[in-house]
């Protein structure tokens, strides 16, 4: 697969439509992922952002439009084949996702004893770089209990990289972190991104901490792709939506007040 | 009126799609238990949580059960100059009744709402949907191992309950009543057959065991993934444990007992 720019493309989706029961998520949606590069999906809370990634994962099926990974199409994917590709995706859960019964280095291990017959002293080595890499090596004997919101999402990361998968899907990875924490995971994603060649997505509505590593910005609202481009393109776009979004106003073509009857005759309703 | 039919049609629909939904669910465990051959630690891990940590429970109960068994099988024979047979009514409620179900309903209440309560904030906290992506199958890796850990401990915990009972009997009646002790044993002995009355209770604690893990881990798994959802399933899990229980009871035992 090439995108119209001569980019080989890891992931493509095409005319995605998504809809739980009458809500409609997605109407229509092209996304095109180049490979070796940090693709952001951004939009409001509530766009439907996670749920684009669990229809890459194949944990979801589209109602109308195709997807797909790596020259597959996800959705005609037989169940063997489905988790043949997802051992190649690795995913960054917003909560982390860690298993709560084992310790951070069990969890790190738990991909590589499932899906390898490595010996037990390779996957110690395996594990300990893992956990180096994301710093938390010293942290290995600590239960997800024990550890910080930050750590937790760097434990999840060790393990999502355990099995060295050609993309990482990150959902909210800045999400209620401290500003250390924070950097530490802005940083960490963009150094792993190039130092292992991988392909990353990251779904966020953090547009600093968003735009400073990516490669290329969409952004999602009502269901379709309302603006595309380079993050320094996005920022002087003619949208006067994606202006508002991506520089935080908060009133414009989104306002601020939630759609409701006048205001006056509302509070005068209460005297009758 | 038209309002009124509508929500008994949604509650049927939905009714009947939750039941085609844990048949569907328990088909795909039962395809996951070949797996377990490879890997039979996750299920002895299993057997010593749903099993073990549920034998208290099952000794301390038993225990009681027999010893009101001893002592009202004592007070109604003893009218009919009959408490030689205290005995045979002892093993025969026991192994017949009430160890099958007596053990499922403990079963229910503290294996089977801790395994609902267990899968359903695994699928809260995303666990489960984070193995899905790891490419690890949770029914296979989460499910099966404590569906089939279930089946095989509560058919032992009942017989172990069964057994407890019979000494609590024993205990009442020939310890605090008198009842002479040869002939509480050899009355037994003679008339409880080791097909009609034995198997017919490991039968009986084999399907309750089956249908109550089956209801826990499907609770557990369907569970909207809120608090408030895993509260509910924890519940629902008791209630309908217990109902199943009682309901295959009376059936199973018609087909057993029903022709004599």
Redesign the interface.
Known sequence: MVSQGGESLLVQIRGLSFARGSRVIFDGVDIDIPRGKVTAIMGPSGTGKTTLLKLIGGQLRPQRGTITVDGQDVNKLRHRELYALRKRMGMLFQSGALLTDLNVYDNVAFPLREHTRLPESMIRDLVLMKLQAVGLRGARDMMPSELSGGMARRVALARAIALDPMMIMYDEPFTGLDPISKGAVVQLIHRLNAALGLTSIVVSHDVQETASISDYIYVLSEGKVVGHGKPEALRDTDSEWVRQFMQGLPDGPVPFHYPAADYVTDLLAGNG | MVEWLARLGRAGLSFFQRLGRGHLFLLQILAGLPGLLLRPRLVIQQLYSIGVLSLLIIVVSGLFVGMVLGLQGYNTLVDFGAAQSLGVVVALSLVRELGPVVAALLYGGRAGSALAAEIGL?KA???L?????????PID?VIAPRFLAGAIAMPLLAAIFSAVGVWGGYFVGVGLLGVDEGAFWSQMQAHVDLYDDVLNGVIKSTVFGFVATWIAVFEGYDAVPTSEGVSRATTRTVVHTALAVLGLDFVLTALMFGNH
């Not at chain 2, 984070?130 to 690890?136: D, F, K, L, N, R």
């Open positions: 695994m906290t995303e666990q949907s984070g193995m899905e992506m790891m490419a690890v199958d890796r």
